[in-house]
């Protein structure tokens, strides 16, 4: 007998009356395809799903590790990689939406992203301060985190920093539930998490589901992925999406699970508990077990193998009036567009400028608590200015100091501000944040450009100041506090430039060790072709000279280095007796500087390609989000309308006709991804 589950009234009761905003989300036919780049199968990662999640409840996506619960999530949030291909449909509200970032859906992702120099407190602070409405008062806010801070158990952990790679803080499980407050404290309608609940206790796991189930109750739309949960855990979830390989086996209420499996022919053992047995006969990792030399059936109390098990419940699943009813729901979720009135909302409340002063704070903050950030780059540049000092100490105007003072000005312009690379580590983490709460909408890339160029000015500033004090003073350079002012100037400006060329790497090229590849390659070619190694006449016309040295920060400050220093100095001549040269001919023809523009337009010329550099940043970080998804579509279109001609992709899955248990051989094929050729 099939017994049929019945999808509650409750459910339906929910769907039909709307009291104000609310998320009302459906997925139909839900496939993620990763193609082979060459002629290999087409690995299905998900496989047709179709369910819906309503308000006021919290869904439970569980399924054996690879199943696909996180690219479900991500399929939902449009937050796959490029190279996975997904078709369907996601419906928020009846309306058809493409994806579900940049604020629409809060994201609980599973990666470990926040500012480790901060406190837990100031964490969530932070974030309500970013997202909350202007209106909303000191003391509403500071109630609302303290609320949440009580509802996740943080009280004990509120004051003590998270830590990052050298600075131990807060511990793994502490974290998680760190995460899953930033992301509560708005109450979005929409909240996704990825495994909220692993690495806990079970009693913090319990009491991170039952705030979970709280705040649904508030009419919020919740569905969460989850590994293996207590029995207790379990019992708090209203509804259960059971996924293996990437299919579903279950959608439903999480309750009549039970009858469901029992129907199937296979019932829970009394001794087992519910989430137990539900993975335990779809998880085929375990099907063989060596115990000593021996090795034994995992399966073994069912009498069938876990392929035939999965089969035999998806066919179930596939043919129950509950999947029909699921089909109908979301038929009927598609033809009544706009199911509430109100627009569910979107990421953060805050105003611009309210948004700025909160990046300003945290990342000044962040940047002064981090010894890696700037302090220890202050450090090395005292450190390596004393060095340069005392090595040109007291230069002077012979006619060999011509020379010591170009290596002088073409180290301080070269090495000096290839040291910025030494922050690309803490650039990688910063650009790691900013990516998880941009897609979560806490607030837009403009102001997150201008919070981290203000924040980190003070630094440079103080790096510049002390290394051209010490080396100006130590070397003697031109005297007089307008050469000395521009000479700051240029190493700030310069040192600019290299910070926001890195931010560029860290934005393009998101890890460490490649990025500073990267970094110190471009920085080794703008080197090159500064006009110290290889004077700027005599650089070939073609590529070289045009266009690189004109678009290279470095000619430019160099060139005006030079200037501040030698126009209106004399240098004795090479023999003892003769006129002395001019500063202004030793730079025209030892050094091949051109004296048809002024020092202030070299320094001109480094402050524009400095903004051209945060713009080119800003450019990328939209084009990331506005241009990839386009590449992106057009790359899904192309596959799929290629997949879709071979006659194998189109064949419907096979499901087993008789439960006999398969040799190994056999039920490794079944077991392995599903593929079409
Ligand atoms: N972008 C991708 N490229 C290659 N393989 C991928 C990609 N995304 C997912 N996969 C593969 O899809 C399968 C499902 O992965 P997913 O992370 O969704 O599983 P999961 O059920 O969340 O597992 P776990 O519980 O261990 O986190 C895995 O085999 C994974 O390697």
């Known amino acids: 007998m099939v017994m049929e589950i019945e999808i509650s009234s409750t ?30 199968p087409t690995r299905r990662l998900l496989n047709g799903l179709t369910g819906f999640a309503l308000p006021g409840r919290i ?15 991500d399929s939902l949030a449009g937050r796959l990689s490029g190279n996975v291909v997904t078709s369907g449909n996601v419906l928020l509200n009846g309306k058809i939406k493409k994806s579900l970032h940049y604020g629409i859906v809060a994201y609980v992702s599973q990666e470990d992203v926040v500012l480790g120099t901060l406190t837990v407190k100031e964490s969530i602070a932070y974030s309500a301060s970013l997202r909350l409405p202007s209106s909303a008062t000191k003391q509403e806010t500071a109630e609302l985190i303290e609320n949440t801070i009580a509802e996740l158990g943080l009280e004990d952990c509120a004051d003590h920093l998270i830590g990052n790679w050298h600075l131990r803080g807060i511990s793994g499980g502490e974290k998680k539930r760190l995460r899953i407050a930033l992301e509560i404290i708005t109450q979005p309608h929409l909240l996704f998490l990825d495994e909220p609940t692993t690495g806990l206790d079970s009693a913090s796991a319990f009491f991170v589901a039952q705030s979970l189930r709280s705040i649904a109750r508030r009419r919020r ?12 855990v379990f019992s708090l979830f209203d509804d259960l999406l059971l996924l293996s390989s990437g299919q579903t086996v279950y959608f439903g209420e999480a309750a009549p699970a039970l009858e469901f499996f029992a129907e199937a022919g296979f019932p829970c053992p009394q001794t087992r508990s519910p989430s137990d047995h539900y993975l335990r006969c779809i998880n085929a990792d ?28 998806q066919h179930k699943y596939q043919n129950s009036k509950l999947a029909e009813r699921v089909r109908a729901k979301i038929k009927h979720f598609s033809v009544t567009q706009g199911l509430v009135h109100e627009e569910i909302s979107r990421g953060s409340h805050a105003r611009w400028r309210k948004q700025l002063m909160v990046l300003i ?55 000096m501000t290839f040291m910025a690379i030494g922050g690309f580590p803490s650039f990688i983490e910063e650009i790691k944040v900013f990516n998880k709460e941009r897609l979560n909408g806490h607030y837009g890339v403009g102001v997150y450009i201008l919070s981290n160029f203000i924040s980190s000015f003070p630094f440079l500033i103080v790096m510049s100041f002390s290394s051209v004090c010490i080396i100006y003073l130590m070397v003697k350079y031109h005297p007089g506090f307008s050469h000395f002012m521009y000479a700051f100037i240029d190493l700030l400006l310069s040192i600019s430039v290299v910070e926001s060329c890195m931010m560029v ?21 703008m080197m090159a072709t500064a ?29 005006g280095a030079y200037k501040n220093d030698m126009i209106g100095m004399e240098f004795e001549g090479p023999v003892e007796g003769q006129p002395k040269l001019k500063g202004e001919y030793v730079l025209s023809s030892l050094l091949g500087i051109s004296l048809q523009h002024s020092k202030w337009w070299d320094l001109g010329a480094v402050a524009v390609i400095l903004v051209a550099y945060r713009l080119l940043f800003f450019i990328i970080l939209k084009l990331k989000e506005g241009a990839m998804p386009v590449f992106h579509t057009y790359y899904t279109k192309r596959t799929l309308h290629h997949l879709r001609r071979r006659p194998s992709f189109r064949r419907p899955l096979p499901f087993p006709s008789s439960p006999k248990r398969h040799s190994l051989s056999s039920q490794e094929g079944l077991n392995s991804p599903l593929h079409s050729t």
């Not at 869904?59 to 999530?73: E, R």
């Not at 077990?289 to 009498?303: A, E, L, P, Y």
């Not at 590529?543 to 678009?551: D, G, L, N, R």
Request: glycine share 12%.
């Open 286 to 313: 375990f099907d063989y077990v060596n115990i000593g030399s021996q090795r034994i059936i995992g399966t073994q109390d069912m009498h069938l193998t876990t392929a035939e098990i999965r089969a035999k419940l």
């Open 505 to 525: 790497v860290a934005a393009l090229v998101p890890n460490f060790l490649m990025g500073v590849v990267v970094g110190a390659g471009f920085i080794g070619i």
């Open 221 to 232: 739309t919740i569905i969460t992925t989850i590994h293996q949960p207590s029995t207790e």
């Open 531 to 559: 006009g110290f190694f290889r004077l700027l006449p005599d650089l070939p016309l073609i590529f070289w000279k045009y266009p690189i040295s004109y678009i290279n920060y470095m000619a430019w400050g160099l060139q």
């Open 59 to 73: 869904m439970a996506v569980m399924g054996p590790s690879g199943s696909g619960k996180t690219t479900f999530l």
């Open 11 to 40: 459910i339906a009761r929910d769907v039909e009356v709307g009291e104000g905003a609310a998320a009302f989300l459906a997925w139909e036919d839900l496939t993620a395809l990763l193609p082979n780049s060459g002629n290999g």
């Open 361 to 415: 704070k945290r990342s000044f903050t962040n940047m002064s608590r981090d010894f890696g950030y700037y302090w220890l780059r202050i450090l090395i540049y005292i450190m390596v200015s004393l060095c340069v000092g005392s090595v040109f100490h007291d230069v002077g105007s012979g006619y060999h100091a011509i020379m010591a003072r170009g290596a002088c000005g073409g180290f301080v312009s070269g090495f």
